[in-house]
């Protein structure tokens, strides 16, 4: 078993910035990619970045390109995310998801471990 705690959301203006850390622990070893999803109120989870956890690959959702960055460290088995210029569109409860295996990226079924979730709002 993998357990995941984030943490780093809050309240924030529009254009402004936050960093969302996610704490992996247990089974770490197993883990070949871990991501971060997206729900906000009334609609379906979506996929936000993802890392390959060996290779440090990076993978992104067009609605955060280029103003996201996803970094891991292994040494202390976590993630972080540096959001930017952010909007009230980006208002959600953001998940820190991780996967055993390299079957996909952006499908939340891909994920086999998932964090309880830390709420950003963006105020306009």
């Known amino acids: 078993q993998v357990q995941l705690v984030e943490s780093g959301g809050g309240l924030v203006q529009a254009g402004g910035s936050l960093r969302l850390s996610c704490a992996a622990s247990?089974?770490?070893?197993?883990?070949?990619?871990m991501g971060w999803f997206r729900q906000a109120p009334g609609k379906e989870r979506e996929f936000v970045a993802a890392?390959?956890?060996?290779?440090?690959?990076?993978y992104y959702a067009d609605s955060v390109k280029g103003r996201s960055a996803i970094s891991r460290d292994n040494a202390k088995n976590t993630v972080n995310r540096q959001m930017n210029r952010l909007n009230p569109e980006d208002t959600a409860v953001y998940y820190c998801?991780?996967?055993?295996?390299?079957?996909?990226?952006?499908?939340?079924?891909?994920?086999?471990?998932w964090g309880q979730g830390t709420q950003v709002t963006v105020s306009s």
């Open positions: 247990g089974r770490t070893f197993s883990l070949y990619r």
């Open positions: 998801a991780a996967a055993r295996r390299a079957i996909g990226i952006q499908g939340p079924n891909e994920y086999d471990y």
């Open positions: 890392i390959s956890w060996p290779g440090g690959n990076t």
